[in-house]
């Protein structure tokens, strides 16, 4: 059957201490999905952030983001105060993340809550361990050692020994109460019939406990700096292209294991998701690669990946899997001819139907194309919210929307929901929607703008967003076009 769903980061989630978490607001959304006659929920990468706060740039692959545990919960179990919580200064916009106030309050209130826990002889908490120890130490120690060495990245260390185990439980304390947490929400989802839909980039942060752990796995020197790194190439949308600054896999020597990093990191977000969208599929045909120092993505060149060898020893280690491959931007029949031997699904935005700088055949984002294996978006979290990208466009483009959507009368404001409709009628066997369009706002919810820094992944929803009203409009739309 088609279905549907709707794409909201935790992040975005309301609740009362700064940032959306596993609160019971979470579970409020889990209901309100159902209600609407949703099958997904979509949302974004749940790893620790590193500078600039990007879901996409993470201290671990494997952690989770302690900014998403409940203080709420933790309060319930008596290991934290709720007058000191709330009397916490998490900035004064309840709609906006306030990323600095946040890092400067959290993990003071973390610390009194793992104070106050009492992990001696906790069969859980060492159950916990013993199955994660693979990543779980070494992030543990790389968090202990990045605080020894005031915040600085880990090549810049002059402290390079662990000496202060409580730290270690703490953060080991930190990552038992994020996955206990989520893995209740989780539940919670699909027993309401709500999947997951993860989300995990393709590439790592430097500065992140899985180069410093493994450097070997990476393209770097001798003195452990990146010999080239990752970004994409000057095209419509960027005349410099993509720096993102990435150190690039050495993939002849995951190749010599088998891939088994990879097999592991796919494998762990498979306990953590029900379906899996990879970032950047292209890169695993081939990839862009920029000389270290470059100061643009003008430079670089496409290098060959390994590509369907790399999926196949995952699929002979994880048998079959769902997965959602990121192939938007410019795609070469290599990249097609991978994605069908590997069964993913691609995807389709709707607004790039319309955009006459994409190199790729606009006609390929008109819902009347869509294959059934794809997932249709009106946009992603890269792009501008459908209102607000409307009302910006010059007048002959708006005509091209319309005339498309055969709607020549619905006020620009309000063009949204037409335009929702029209990918809801598609042949894509899933549709994913941001919550953003369904509610008509405009550019203020934004979740990133690419090759900015300093105001993205802020946008909360009030507190009051879920209406009754919304959920009866999210509700007729899925059933009309058959999604339920």
């Given at each position: ?5 709707i ?32 099958s ?79 992990l ?32 600085k ?33 989780k ?25 410093w ?20 190439p ?5 005349a410099?292209?993509?720096l993102?600054g ?37 890169g ?73 700088r994409d ?40 005509k ?24 809801m ?60």
């Amino acid at each position: 059957m088609r279905k549907a769903g709707i794409l909201l980061s935790i992040s975005s989630l309301p609740s009362k201490y700064g940032i959306g978490c596993f609160s019971k607001k979470a579970y409020e959304f889990v209901d309100f999905l159902r209600s609407a006659k949703q099958s997904y929920w979509q949302i974004l990468p749940l790893g620790p952030t590193s500078y600039g706060d990007s879901p996409y740039q993470s201290f671990s692959s494997f952690a989770g983001n302690p900014y998403f545990i409940s203080l709420e919960e933790l309060i319930d179990e008596g290991v934290l105060d709720k007058g000191v919580c709330d009397n916490t200064d998490f900035g004064i916009d309840e709609n906006r993340i306030d990323y600095a106030k946040l890092y400067q309050a959290r993990f003071g209130l973390l610390y009194m809550a793992y104070k106050n826990t009492n992990l001696t002889n906790n069969s859980e908490f060492a159950e916990f361990e013993k199955e994660n120890a693979f990543w779980l130490d070494d992030y543990a120690r790389f968090m202990t050692l990045k605080n020894a060495n005031n915040g600085k990245a880990w090549n810049e260390w002059t402290k390079t020994t662990v000496t202060d185990t409580n730290e270690i439980n703490f953060w080991k304390f930190i990552q038992y109460k994020f996955f206990k947490q989520w893995y209740k929400l989780k539940k919670y989802a699909n027993e309401n019939g709500i999947s997951i839909i993860g989300d995990i980039p393709i590439y790592v942060s430097y500065d992140s406990v899985d180069v410093w752990q493994n450097p070997e796995l990476f393209d770097l020197d001798s003195d452990g700096h990146p010999v080239n790194v990752a970004g994409c190439p000057p095209d419509g949308f960027s005349a410099t292209g993509q720096l993102w600054g990435n150190p690039l896999y050495n993939w002849e020597e995951h190749k010599k294991d088998n891939y088994k990093w990879w097999v592991k990191r796919i494998g762990y977000a498979f306990k953590m998701y029900d379906v899996l969208r990879i970032d950047h599929f292209r890169g695993f045909c081939e990839f862009y690669s920029i000389p270290y120092g470059e100061r643009t993505a003008e430079n670089g060149q496409w290098i060959e990946a390994p590509g369907s060898e790399l999926f196949r020893f995952i699929r002979q280690e994880l048998g079959e899997q769902d997965i959602i491959a990121e192939d938007l931007g410019f795609i070469t029949d290599s990249v097609r001819k991978l994605l069908n031997e590997c069964g993913f699904a691609g995807m389709k935005v709707f607004e790039f139907a319309f955009d006459s700088r994409d190199d790729n055949g606009s006609d390929t984002y008109l819902p009347h194309n869509y294959p059934r294996n794809c997932v249709a978006y009106t946009e992603t979290h890269d792009n501008e919210p459908v209102s607000s990208w409307f009302s910006g466009l010059p007048q002959n483009e708006k005509k091209l929307v319309r005339g498309y959507l055969c709607d020549y009368y619905t006020p620009d404001k309000e063009i949204v929901i037409p335009f929702i409709s029209r990918i809801m009628q598609s042949n894509a066997k899933l549709c994913i929607i941001p919550l953003q369009d369904y509610m008509q706002e405009g550019s203020d919810s934004r979740i990133n703008t690419p090759q900015t820094v300093g105001d993205n992944w802020r946008w909360r929803i009030r507190r009051d967003s879920l209406t009754p009203e919304l959920c009866q409009l999210i509700r007729s739309i899925t059933k009309r076009y058959g999604r339920c």
